[in-house]
């Protein structure tokens, strides 16, 4: 190259040195002091070539990187190996510091003798704030990301410690479950991962149910509610679920949170209280009816005994009031010629008190059934001759009024029952068809019969029964408005009723008022007792 040229080079080289700004480029000796000055180094560190040049360059370095020796390190480190680069504090002319990229550079003559160091500073305080900035912004943002991280560890920690937890996707295909989950359930991870939530179904819940759920989280909406789900084993258990659906950019879900707490003891004592609560209701009702019972038997007995008493002291009083007026009348007919007289009120004395006897009978017939004491003695016998024996008994009364019972026999001969209660329905029955009927009537007792059963209808010619007191007519002490007047304690078809309901029978009339009355007992040809 021809030496013009290298020498217009050079001179562009050097007016370029000299004339670049942000750029501190100078020369050193080999000691370090300065034998140029740009017009950059001016600008960086403040000193003018006159000011600085024969200066040693320790000038631009910190007290405490002069006093550890720190400036003839670098020119050590830079004649050793023939360039060094740095980032460190310096100092300008006016004492502030600044943060300078520096370059050393072994410089040498054309023969390779060193003549001296080359040295380029810049100014990179303001990158190097950004820098600084940048780091601690970035170091923030990692303790920040750190933290997060930690908390989020231990949110799940704690929801996997005190939760039942399961993430599936928008198709309800489950991704994830925490032990929890698969040990309520009692399936593994592997056999719940990607199976959806019927593997753990109950079908407890109805359909409507269900789909509400589905509804409202494919809206994005949070659902909330409790659920009865299926373990592997087959148990049952109950859940307390909230499902928060995950949204992507469009507001739609793409996954979702479940997250459920046991609260299967919870359910089961609410059952078992709804239970108590249920059989208290039902004791409660059962109590109520008892009492409500007791009180109707209480207000029945009251309602008795007020019958008893009005009964009583119509009945009682009658026959004791003729025996006492006999009496008196016998005192005075001494004489052998009122014989007959005397005779008469004997007789009165007599009947009057077979009519209490038959009341007394009566009372303590009702008191016994009542209370369970009557048993049933069954035997085998012949029932025309029973009848037959039993219409026998029945002759007094019948003189009286010169009344006559016809029997009609197409029933069975021999049956297995009670004689004696069956014989007190006839009686009772025979009484009442006599008593309630005019003189010269006829009473027919009518016997039909099967291979079980034995049916005795006694029909009566007599006054008959009201309609109005039809449906009373069992009841105690009931006694219908045509027969007040008429002897009797209104207890007798009560206790033919139960008689009959002993012999495991049942009895039935039909009555018209001023026609007459049929009464007819039915009961097993076989009886039990």
């Known amino acids: 190259m021809p030496s013009d040229i290298l020498q217009i080079e050079k001179e562009s080289y050097q007016h370029l040195v000299e004339n670049v700004r942000d750029f501190a480029i100078f020369m050193t000796d080999v000691s370090g002091y300065i034998i140029s000055w740009n017009k950059g180094a001016e600008f960086v ?70 003549v001296g160091v080359g040295k380029v500073t810049r100014d990179i305080t303001r990158r190097k704030k950004v820098e600084d900035e940048n780091r601690r912004l970035n170091d923030k943002l990692k303790d920040q990301l750190q933290k997060s991280r930690s908390e ?3 949110y799940k920690h704690a929801l996997d410690e005190s939760s039942i937890v399961a993430i599936t996707d928008q198709k309800g295909i489950i991704h994830h479950v925490n032990d929890n989950f698969c040990a309520i359930s009692k399936y593994s991870r592997e056999e719940l ?36 789900n299926k373990a592997k084993d087959g148990t049952f258990y109950w859940v307390d679920t909230t499902i928060v659906p995950f949204l992507n950019e469009k507001g739609k879900p793409y996954q979702y949170l479940a997250i459920r707490s046991d609260i299967t003891k919870r359910k089961l004592a609410e059952e078992q209280i709804h239970e108590i609560n ?14 409500t019972k007791s009180l109707e038997r209480e207000m029945s007995l009251n309602e008795m005994k007020s019958r ?22 016998i005192e005075r007919y001494k004489m052998p010629d009122q014989e007959e007289k005397r005779h008469k009120h004997v007789e009165r004395i007599k009947s009057s008190i077979r009519n209490l006897t ?29 009848i037959e024996d039993t219409i026998n008994q029945m002759e007094g009364m019948l003189k009286k009024k010169n009344q006559e019972i016809l029997l009609i026999y197409n029933g069975p001969r021999e049956i297995k029952q009670d004689k004696k209660i069956l014989r007190n329905v006839l009686l009772n029955l025979l ?13 027919q007792v009518q016997v039909n019969g099967d291979n079980e059963n034995v049916f005795i209808a006694i029909k009566d010619e007599g006054i008959g029964i009201p309609f109005e007191a039809q449906q009373h007519l069992f009841s105690k002490f009931f006694r219908a408005g045509n027969a007040v007047n008429i002897q009797g304690t209104g207890l007798g078809l009560n206790i033919v009723q139960k008689y009959v309901e002993l012999l495991d029978g049942n009895i039935s009339f039909s ?5 007459g009355s049929v009464f007819t007992v039915g009961f097993p040809k076989e009886g039990k007792g």
């Open 511 to 515: 009555s018209e008022e001023n026609q």
């Open 278 to 291: 249920e059989d208290l209701e039902r004791k409660i009702r059962e109590r109520t009816l008892e009492l």
């Open 45 to 114: 560190k403040g000193y003018t070539a006159a000011e600085i040049i024969g200066k040693h360059i320790s000038v631009f370095y910190t007290p405490e990187q002069i006093a550890e020796g720190v400036p003839q390190m670098d020119l050590q480190i830079t004649l050793e190996k023939g360039q060094f680069e740095d980032e460190a504090w310096r100092i300008r002319k006016n004492g502030t510091r600044f943060w300078a990229h520096v370059v050393f550079t072994l410089l040498k003559d054309s023969l390779g003798n060193t």
């Open 193 to 228: 991962i990607g199976q959806d939530h019927r593997i753990i179904n109950s079908k407890y819940h109805p359909k409507e149910f269900i789909h509400d759920l589905w509804t409202t989280i494919a809206k994005g909406k949070i659902w909330r509610g409790e659920l009865k």
């Open 152 to 154: 989020i560890l231990d």
């Open 431 to 443: 009484s009442n068809a006599v008593k309630y009927s005019p003189e010269g009537k006829i009473i």
């Open 308 to 329: 008893f008493v009005s009964m009583a002291s119509h009945e009682f009083r009658t026959p004791l009031t003729a025996i006492l007026s006999s009496i008196s009348l």
């Open 358 to 386: 038959d009341i007394l009978d009566d009372f303590l017939s009702l008191d016994k059934l009542e209370q369970g004491k009557i048993e049933t003695q069954c035997l085998h016998f012949d029932l025309q001759e029973f």
